[in-house]
């Protein structure tokens, strides 16, 4: 059996947060590892100092585990990890990067490591480094993403590794649930369905875009970058998709330069960068984060 996932985080549901830059703050992170989850605050490209205030922030809005998302290739990255072995937080997720130089360090205080990683390849990689859980991402996911489904992907990581397996990409309800833990995770990692959340600070704009979304909405730009990111469709997107036809990089780049902070602090949803993974279908309201996970753990056992 590998490890229970509530056991090792200190957690009562098996459910992790995503850790979506702009809007993974610490409002957010204390609203579900209040409801019983994992709550995590995003590093994204903020400098270390912003993260420690917002882990400041979180500790006065909660007494339950949180964790810190860190991109790894952010500028900030490494100040960023040494601030996060000074405060001690209780788990760290990680992408774009392999994590392998600091796992040592984290285990050292305790400190949990678990990696989002898009491939069997990458998953075996870092359980050989020393992280103590996976979160298998699909490409039903929003923000960047990985060419594998998550249908396919969890059992392909599940039948890899001995580590535990946190599914996500696409879960939105109690059915997604039932669905990554008959795939074989131990875990869910979800994103979009917390954006729609009472505690989550977004732009109201931003918030409504999400829940008018349907099936077909959430779009995927920047292949030709190699960078592939899904966000909501909107006048920006069909720009993007023009751009791309020409394999104009400089002017992809330019056109999405903090087209995420528009989206998340103004409110831009035409020109701003809404992300959300294709579960922004299922998202119907707006609701406490507290209910949003009894409600996605109904029925489901685990």
Known sequence: MKANICELLGIEYPLIQGGMAWVATAELAAG???????????????????????????????????????????????????????????VITTG?????????????????VIPVIPSVAIALKVQKSGADAVVAEGCEAGGHIGELTTMTLIPMISDAVEIPVIAAGGIADSRGVKAAFALGAQGVQVGTRFICSDE????????????????????????????????????????????????????????????????????????????????????????????????LFEGVTY
Do not use: W
């Open 200 to 295: 989550c600070t977004v732009h109201q704009n931003y918030k409504d875009m999400v829940v008018a979304a349907k099936d077909r909405d959430a779009v995927v730009t920047g292949r030709f970058t190699g960078h592939p990111v899904r966000t909501l469709k909107n006048k920006a997107t069909r720009m993007m998709d023009k751009i791309e036809k020409e394999g104009d990089v400089a002017a992809f780049e330019k056109l999405g330069a903090g087209a995420l902070r528009a989206a998340v602090v103004d409110g831009d949803t035409q020109m701003g960068s809404v992300m959300a993974g294709q579960s922004a279908g299922l998202v119907k309201d707006i609701k406490p984060c507290a209910q949003i996970i009894q409600e």
């Open 32 to 90: 579900v590892s209040n409801g019983g989850g994992l709550g995590l605050i995003a590093a994204g490209n903020a400098p270390a100092d912003y993260v420690k205030e917002q882990i400041k922030k979180a500790r006065e809005l909660t007494d339950k585990p949180f964790g810190v998302n860190v991109m790894l290739l952010s500028p900030f990255a490494e100040d960023v990890i040494k601030m996060l072995l000074e405060e001690k937080v209780d």
């Open 96 to 112: 774009a990067g392999n994590p392998a130089k600091y796992i040592p360090a984290f285990k050292e205080i305790g400190t949990k």
